[in-house]
């Protein structure tokens, strides 16, 4: 998208930033630097996600007061992810985007793809590990290989338990779509 052949006023620019996008996507930038994303890349998506209708980089560049190359660079981080969709509208110039509404589809897609596969290589280290202590139990040191071994498998164990955790939560847990159970907490 050319940025300096944006209008001064685009499509859908009002007031600018609203104290509850604000609160909002502080609140979940907070959260995405917990998680080991990058804060803008919660600010830009719950813009997004609260808004009515899809916004242009333009938009959320004034709403959010950041650079035209770090709305670039989250936008693309954020498509990667699947967590944001360009949308095109007929007639219009401008790249639109909007967020992925499906909160369960999100979480899922990492925990499969950064969490889960984590837990998989840690799982195949611990097992290689152990094919070393094998090897390594006709040289002696008993004791050593022994404590290794035990503790090992345990960590082993543990890592396949997260595996199946996981697995058990990406494929078959589901949301509750009128989110009524949290409500009443309140």
């Known amino acids: 998208e050319d940025q300096s052949s944006e209008p001064a006023a685009p499509p859908s620019a009002d007031d600018g930033l609203w104290e509850s996008e604000r609160i909002v996507s502080d609140a979940i930038g907070r959260l995405m630097v917990l998680w080991g994303f990058k804060r803008n890349m919660g600010r830009v998506w719950t813009l997004l996600y609260l808004s009515n209708e899809p916004l242009t980089a333009f938009v959320l560049r004034e709403r959010l007061q950041l650079s035209a190359g770090a709305i670039s660079m989250t936008l693309n981080e954020l498509a ?3 967590v944001v969709h360009k949308v095109f509208r007929q007639g219009d110039r401008h790249d639109y985007y909007e967020a992925e ?6 979480i899922s ?6 969490e889960l596969s984590e837990v998989v290589l840690a799982i195949e280290a611990f097992e290689d ?12 040191d008993g004791s050593r290989i022994e404590t290794q071994r035990q503790r090992i498998e345990q960590l082993l164990e543990l890592a396949r338990l997260g ?10 847990a589901r949301m509750d779509a009128s989110f009524s159970t ?5």
């Open 80 to 82: 990667r992810w699947g």
């Open 101 to 106: 509404s499906s909160l369960w589809k999100m």
């Open 109 to 114: 897609r990492v925990l499969r793809e950064r």
């Open 129 to 140: 590990a152990l094919a070393t202590l094998r090897r390594r139990e006709a040289r002696g």
């Open 163 to 172: 595996r199946s955790m996981l697995d058990a939560l990406i494929h078959n």
């Open 182 to 186: 949290y409500r009443s907490r309140g």
